[in-house]
């Protein structure tokens, strides 16, 4: 059981070491760093069922660059923007990302079935279009209602025809909000049960296009004005967790001011700090709605004294409950 969520079992850490999805390379090594700081250990303290399920199998770049070559024998230059969706070789990177994405997705769902937590460790922002998939199936078998709380610098709602850079950890939400033909997504959220909190960094286009849907953005600005995090705290309790069965958090540390998380792939300035995170991670504990949690783009070769590395535990145990 867990201490603040009597509907659970148990915790099961998955690690997702994947960078695929970025052109700036590292977050690879987030679920060893999350995992070095004793977050097993910690965890012990607030369920006594925890298990750590491993890591998803993660395809070597090289590994994709040979295959890539094989398909393409024109293709000599190699670079991390081969990864992009505008690559002419993306579809010899799809190849290995459906495989990544759909060994996530199940063991999210063997997971969920079991009454147990999926603690996922990213790896970058992308791996959520496996991780929601496998949560969505689960849903859609209860016939539940899912809310999903997505805390993010960014907004994530680019598609492959949208992003400038073809980056796929600037578009996992977006793909899921809008389906999207080249990466292989239906729509699977409902955009009225979504709420982006702590964005910042944010293309007019791409931010119109998700409040037209009915997406509900938090930024920065409404975190900042005086009272703001108190205003949208009793929004969410008003109506967000009362009209949803279940949540899924998707906590992007680039949300957190840089002087806090410096080691993140894409650090934005004026971020979220200590206590505003405290506060949102203790509502999400005492709702007792959580089923699943991932913690993405921790980027160790950025970080300073393995401080976000050790931030990103104390997140993971407040969301938990060890705040309240
Ligand atoms: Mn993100």
Redesign the pocket.
């Known amino acids: 059981m867990v201490s603040y969520n009597k509907a659970l079992k148990g915790v099961d850490i998955i690690g997702v070491p994947s960078d695929l999805g970025a052109s700036i390379v590292g977050s690879n090594e987030g679920p060893f760093a999350i995992r070095n700081c004793g977050l097993f250990s910690s965890l012990k303290y607030l369920a006594k069922d925890v298990a750590d399920r491993g890591n998803i199998a993660v395809s070597l770049r090289e590994e994709i660059y040979a295959e890539m070559e094989r398909h393409h024998p024109q293709i000599f230059v190699h670079g991390d923007r081969m990864f992009s969706t505008h690559s002419p070789g993306f579809e010899v990177v799809k190849t290995y990302l459906d495989k990544m994405f759909a060994a996530l997705a199940r063991e999210v769902v063997a997971c969920l079935q079991s009454q147990r937590l999926p603690l996922i460790l990213g790896g970058d922002?992308s791996l959520s279009m496996g991780s929601l998939r496998g949560v969505y199936e689960v849903i859609q078998q209860r016939s539940q209602r899912l809310g999903v709380m997505w805390f993010?610098a960014?907004l994530?709602g680019h598609d492959s025809q949208s992003s400038i850079s073809g980056n796929l950890?600037?578009m996992?939400l977006g793909a899921l909000l809008y389906g999207d033909p080249l990466l292989g997504i239906k729509p699977l959220c409902d955009p009225q049960d979504v709420v982006i909190i702590g964005a910042r960094s944010v293309d007019r286009g791409e931010r119109e296009r998700m409040e037209d849907l009915g997406v509900h953005i938090y930024g920065l600005d409404a975190l900042s004005s005086s009272g703001g995090l108190d205003a949208v705290i009793a929004t969410l309790k008003k109506d967000f967790f009362t009209k949803v069965d279940a949540v899924h958090v998707s906590f992007?540390l680039?949300v957190c001011d840089p002087q806090l998380a410096p080691g993140v792939s894409t650090p934005e300035l004026a971020g979220l700090f200590e206590r505003d995170i405290y506060r949102l991670m203790r509502m999400v504990a005492l709702s007792e709605k959580l089923i699943s949690f991932e913690m993405?783009?921790l980027n160790p070769r950025f970080d300073k004294d393995r401080q976000t590395a050790k931030w990103a535990c104390e997140v993971i145990l407040w969301a938990l409950g060890s705040g309240v």
């Open positions: 922002h993010d960014h994530d950890h600037g996992p992007d680039d993405v783009e």
